[in-house]
């Protein structure tokens, strides 16, 4: 069974960055789908990053693109997640969710897909001030 592992979440001002890291434990798989979800305060989570690491095929939401960056280290099985510009809106519970495979490459899909079949960490918390 993969379990996500977060860390690297925390406190910011606006402008600034955070890396937020998953780590998958008992590695079962030669490539994953994995995704970072985010709840923000009263609002429904949603997906703001996935990635296929077979083909490094990378997915970013609208409000993230430019600034969200992915990067891999395979020997740890940690995917990173690189916040810059980070804004107040940012604010929220971030996930890592992660499955053994593959996933669908098209952006609507490879979210919907996580949500349904992935394992979820316990999330951790960036809050990002004006």
């Known amino acids: 069974q993969v379990q996500p592992v977060e860390s690297g979440g925390g406190s910011v001002q606006a402008g600034g960055s955070l890396r937020l890291s998953c780590a998958v434990s008992r590695y079962t798989s030669s490539t994953y789908c994995m995704g970072w979800f985010r709840q923000r305060p009263g609002k429904e989570r949603e997906g703001v990053a996935a990635i296929y690491t077979g083909s490094s095929a990378t997915f970013y939401a609208d409000s993230v693109k430019g600034r969200f960056t992915f990067s891999q280290d395979n020997a740890k099985n940690s995917l990173y997640l690189q916040m810059n510009s980070l804004k107040p809106e940012d604010t929220a519970m971030y996930y890592c969710?992660?499955?053994?495979?593959?996933?669908?490459?098209?952006?609507?899909?490879?979210?919907?897909?996580?949500?349904?079949?992935?394992?979820w960490g316990q999330g951790t918390q960036v809050t990002v001030s004006s």
């Open positions: 969710a992660a499955v053994g495979g593959s996933c669908p490459l098209e952006f609507g899909s490879v979210f919907r897909f996580l949500a349904l079949n992935a394992y």
